[in-house]
């Protein structure tokens, strides 16, 4: 079992900044995908990023492209999201997910932390 911890969100301003972090505990495993979904009120959980736990080029969202990074630390067991010149759309609460294959698709995703608010106001 992989129990899987976000922090990190808060309220900021359009155009700062925020870094999301997303810590494993439990059986950790050693190789698969970690991954940030959004989810806004009355909206689908969107794919944010995602990274291969042993390395990989990340793929990130064409929403957000350019503008968020995602990265992880195998030595800490925890997965980053720098956000920078977030807008007000930006606003959601992240999850932090975990899956065995690269897929995009949310269902595909085994374990799920328990999200983080993002506020952006305008």
């Known amino acids: 079992q992989v129990k899987l911890v976000e922090s990190g969100g808060g309220l900021v301003q359009a155009g700062g900044s925020l870094r999301l972090a997303c810590t494993a505990s439990?059986?950790?495993?050693?190789?698969?995908?970690m991954g940030w979904f959004r989810q806004a009120p009355g909206k689908e959980r969107e794919f944010v990023a995602r990274i291969g736990w042993n390395g990989g080029i990340p793929y990130h969202a064409d929403s957000v492209r350019g503008r968020f990074t995602i990265s992880r630390d195998k030595a800490k067991n925890t997965m980053y999201l720098q956000m920078n010149s977030l807008k007000a759309e930006d606003t959601a609460v992240y999850y932090c997910?975990?899956?065995?294959?690269?897929?995009?698709?949310?269902?595909?995703?085994?374990?799920w932390g328990q999200g983080t608010q993002v506020t952006v106001s305008s």
């Open positions: 439990g059986s950790t495993f050693s190789s698969g995908y």
């Open positions: 997910a975990a899956t065995r294959i690269a897929t995009t698709t949310a269902t595909m995703y085994d374990y």
